[in-house]
T-cell receptor
Framework: NAGVTQTPKFQVLKTGQSMTLQCAQD?????MYWYRQDPGMGLRLIYY???????DKGEVPNGYNVSRLNKREFSLRLESAAPSQTSVYFC??????????????FGPGTRLTVL | GENVEQHPSTLSVQEGDSAVIKCTYS??????FPWYKQELGKRPQLIID?????GEKKDQRIAVTLNKTAKHFSLHITETQPEDSAVYFC?????????????FGKGTMLLVSP
């Protein structure tokens, strides 16, 4: 099993450009998450998908959109990139047990720089 | 929503010493508290977790304690080794639109010197 995979690993954008970060998991997990990690700020939740067909905002959703394409894939889109979106982006997944929180498995991350 | 505070932000110890990292949370309904280790340039990985019906959990050199009344939990690493050097994050589960999400602390950089 590959676990959680992300593409690309690195990306440089100019202000105003758009791009989509891809995430896939092969663990048959129901829930998927997108986080951003900035120095000294920990991991902050952008959007999540509790199950296929649903998406919800997290702590810092402004400037982002998501699509849960199917059970395996969850993409994050920046429509008009801004320098404030320079960050490392992590995707994660979890096997949801109703009413019970559990381990999240993280992908390797995408390092995004917006000039 | 949930708020998690983590201290200290950096911690330097000598090899063989113990290290303690502390976190507090705000939502009394939180019931799951994981700890993640992140090595430089790598992804966060779970090292230990505890649920609210348990006060302490151990796994070899690492242990976590939970005080629900005071809403704080701690990570204890004994006999530290250089390979323990990393950033450690605590987190607490919260409920967002009926589903469980994690709120992370800002991290502690642990440096173990030989």
């Amino acid at each position: 099993n590959a676990g959680v995979t992300q593409t690309p690993k690195f990306q440089v954008l100019k202000t105003g450009q758009s791009m989509t970060l891809q995430c896939a998991q092969d663990m048959n997990h129901n829930s998927m998450y997108w986080y951003r990690q900035d120095p000294g700020m920990g991991l902050r939740l952008i959007y999540y998908s509790a199950s296929e067909g649903t998406t919800d905002k997290g702590e810092v959703p402004n400037g982002y959109n998501v699509s849960r394409l199917n059970k395996r894939e969850f993409s994050l889109r920046l429509e008009s990139a801004a320098p404030s979106q320079t960050s490392v982006y992590f995707c994660a997944s979890r096997k949801t047990l109703v009413g019970l929180a559990g381990e999240q498995f993280f992908g390797p991350g995408t390092r995004l720089t917006v000039l | 929503g949930e708020n998690v505070e983590q201290h200290p932000s950096t911690l330097s110890v000598q090899e063989g010493d113990s290290a303690v990292i502390k976190c507090t949370y705000s939502d009394s309904a939180s019931n799951y508290f994981p700890w993640y280790k992140q090595e430089l340039g790598k992804r966060p990985q779970l090292i230990i977790d505890i649920r609210s019906n348990v006060g302490e959990k151990k796994d070899q050199r690492i242990a976590v304690t939970l005080n629900k009344t005071a809403k704080h939990f701690s990570l204890h690493i004994t006999e530290t080794q250089p390979e323990d050097s990393a950033v450690y994050f605590c987190a607490a589960s919260g409920t967002n639109s009926g589903y469980s999400t994690l709120t992370f602390g800002k991290g502690t950089m642990l440096l173990v010197s030989p």
